[in-house]
């Protein structure tokens, strides 16, 4: 009987075997994420985060706002905060997610022409603006002087936020029509909300109501 057959056989097949494995087995592709190591949740959801990041301008620390789509992982600098101490600051507050698309106030001080400012010069600019962050751009940018916290987001991307105090007070909007003032009167900023894309707010114990577009 001849005994070498299985074994040559076996050995056969193992070589077969071996031969048919792949040289390395592919690693599973990573998910995408918006962490990022030392930086700090401003606010977060199921779709977005944003988030700030220590950094440096000019050798003076400042602080940065970044958005990020969770689904991609994918991120956009918003917004500085720092004051070189000298001629120029900014900051930004009032931070807001809705869906896809994130919202912030944001101011700008530039005192570099000192001596030489005309007389009509602003030196701080302040503006409310909204971001989409699936695709990466902006969709709304307004001159405004938030009374925070009266500052919304819709899901839209619509804004609405409160300047001034008192029976002065105004609620303002920023939407696909444009720019517009919706109630003027004594309106407490932290009355105002969003859903969807209907805005609210109270002026004299009065609940109002507005769509924006």
């Known amino acids: 009987m001849n005994t070498r057959f299985p ?7 193992a070589i077969l075997l071996v031969g048919s494995l792949p040289a390395a087995v592919a690693k599973p592709k990573s998910k995408p994420t918006c962490a990022k190591k030392g ?14 990041a220590k950094r440096s301008v000019n050798g003076s620390p400042s602080k940065r706002l970044y958005g990020c789509w969770k689904a991609t992982g994918r991120r956009v600098a918003l917004a500085d905060a720092f004051d ?14 809705a869906g896809r698309y994130v919202a912030w106030y944001g101011t ?20 409310v603006n909204s971001w989409d962050l699936r695709r990466r751009k902006r ?42 003032v919706l109630d003027t009167g004594a309106i407490a900023p932290a009355s105002l909300r969003a859903e969807i894309s209907i805005v609210s707010w109270v002026r004299d114990g009065v609940e109002r109501f507005a769509r924006l577009r």
């Open 7 to 13: 074994t040559v056989l076996a050995a056969s097949l």
């Open 39 to 52: 930086s700090k949740t401003v606010l977060a959801s199921r779709d977005a985060r944003a988030y700030t």
């Open 84 to 97: 070189d101490g000298y001629t120029t600051s900014a900051t930004f507050s009032d931070v807001r997610l």
């Open 108 to 127: 700008a001080t530039d005192v570099s022409c000192k001596a030489s400012c005309p007389p009509d010069y602003v030196a701080t600019k302040s503006r």
């Open 139 to 180: 969709v709304r940018s307004a001159d405004a002087t938030v009374t925070s916290p009266g500052l919304v987001l819709t899901e839209r991307a619509g804004l609405a936020w409160v300047e001034g105090s008192g029976p002065s007070s105004q609620v303002r909007a920023a939407d696909s029509s444009g720019t517009r």
